[in-house]
């Protein structure tokens, strides 16, 4: 699977976008994109995925550039209980789902 | 839907005993149960894959006889942690999915483990 990079850390204002960045330049054509969260000693949330298309849920929106190489996670209007750590990981579609690798990921802190 | 819960939610036991955690799909029946490890201020760590039925499948370098995993049913897989120690304190998660194909995992709330 390929593997990810991602800022270590982000600060954004509460009430605004908080836009998370994610490379993945090794990316494959059958490999989708993931973006899950931890908040502090709590298991992962899934957020999101998709594979070449802008996603959009109750959460969150993904938009994924045409290359495919790098995609960014938008939380639209974001609220303090939105601090966490996030990851973005790249899965291959029917290969085994236990293999989410998970990165370091990017700790954002919304701040008030 | 889609709730996973894992029980305890912490433990505290001595060096040398054995320790169990239950994790259990909810509201739906889970064909691959996956645990996790996580030491503080690091990434999740995958330890082994299950499906039910079958002998769970143990990522390098996790020893399969000390991480004892079970996956009797649909909506429940066990692991015990046997002859802990204190290294082997750590946050253990688990995470459920119905299918083995690409949809998404749910994840349970986490059980802190701590070995005196």
């Known amino acids: 699977d390929a593997k990810t990079t991602q800022p270590t850390s982000m600060d954004c204002a509460e009430g605004r976008a908080a836009n998370l960045p994610c490379n993945h330049s090794?990316?494959?054509?059958?490999?989708?994109v993931y973006w899950y969260r931890q908040i502090h000693s709590q298991g992962p949330q899934y957020i999101i995925h998709?594979?070449?298309n802008n996603e959009t849920n109750e959460m969150a929106s993904l938009i994924i550039t045409e290359d495919r190489k790098s995609s960014t996670l938008i939380l639209p209007h974001a609220t303090l209980r939105d601090t966490a750590v996030y990851y973005c990981?790249?899965?291959?579609?029917?290969?085994?789902?236990?293999?989410?690798?998970f990165g370091k990921g990017t700790k954002l802190s919304v701040k008030p | 839907g889609a709730v996973v819960s894992q029980h305890p939610s912490w433990v505290i036991c001595k060096s040398g005993t054995s320790v169990k955690i239950e994790c259990r799909s909810l509201?739906?029946?889970?064909?691959?149960m996956f645990w996790y490890r996580q030491f503080p201020k690091q990434s999740l760590m995958l330890m082994a894959t299950?499906?039910?039925?079958?002998?769970?499948?143990?990522e390098q370098g996790v020893e399969k006889d000390k991480f004892l995993i079970n996956h009797a049913s649909l909506t429940l897989s066990t692991l015990t942690v046997t002859s802990a120690h204190p290294e082997d304190s750590s946050f253990y998660i688990c995470?459920?999915?119905?299918?083995?194909?690409?949809?998404?995992?749910?994840f349970g709330p986490g059980t802190r483990l701590t070995v005196l």
């Open positions: 090794t990316i494959s054509g059958n490999e989708y």
């Open positions: 990981i790249v899965l291959n579609y029917g290969g085994s789902q236990g293999n989410l690798i």
């Open positions: 995470s459920a999915s119905w299918t083995s194909g690409n949809d998404e995992q749910f």
């Open positions: 998709g594979l070449k």
């Open positions: 509201d739906f029946q889970a064909t691959t």
């Open positions: 299950s499906n039910e039925g079958s002998k769970a499948t143990y």
